[in-house]
């Protein structure tokens, strides 16, 4: 295998830990960027940089904020007794573009995947109970992660806690997304549809 000077091979390594980037694309990466006008990898470094220092995870719901608590933890005019559990912090920003739920959120940080070391104590699921234990005005919890095996298997985990509580749980509809065929929908989906079907 070819040698690289240092510089290049550890900036290699440091591209190939992103999710999706094998060696071959990370080298092309840092290809691409010696290519740049200096003045540009020095703004690039210096917001890698800012965004290490600048960026904290909200102490209420574990998103990224530049403050201790995020923009919606702390709008007042948010309403406080619905709470949705995302995976991410960026599925906030697309159920936000909605424009369709004013509730707040919380973080799980990902979902159940034992294999990859991903177990309740890893992902918030204790700190999902703790906020439930000490916030008695939520009355609706709003389990919106992916319909994946592992989305599903939290799903699962979170509700057969919560089944005992008084209080709504709910997750989000399934079915067929707009522009899709019904010839080329699975079952699964086409199934979720017609149980989810609404009255015209």
Known sequence: MRRFPEPISNLVAAFSALPGVG?????R?????LKQPKS????MANSLRILCEKINTCDQCYTYTEDDRCPICIDSQRNDSILCV??????ISTIEATGKYTGKYLVLGGTL??????????????????????ENDITEVILALSPTVYGETTILYISKYLKDRQMKVSR???GLPVGATIEFADEVTLGDALSSRKQI
Do not use: C, F, W
């Open 23 to 27: 060696p071959k694309t990370a080298l």
């Open 29 to 33: 990466y840092v290809y691409y960027l």
């Open 172 to 174: 989000l509809a399934r």
């Open 113 to 134: 995947n034992p294999i990859e070391g991903m177990t309740p104590d890893v992902i918030r699921i204790k700190e999902l109970y703790n906020k439930l234990e000490q």
């Open 86 to 91: 995302v995976e991410e912090s960026r599925d």
């Open 40 to 43: 540009d990898l020095h703004t």
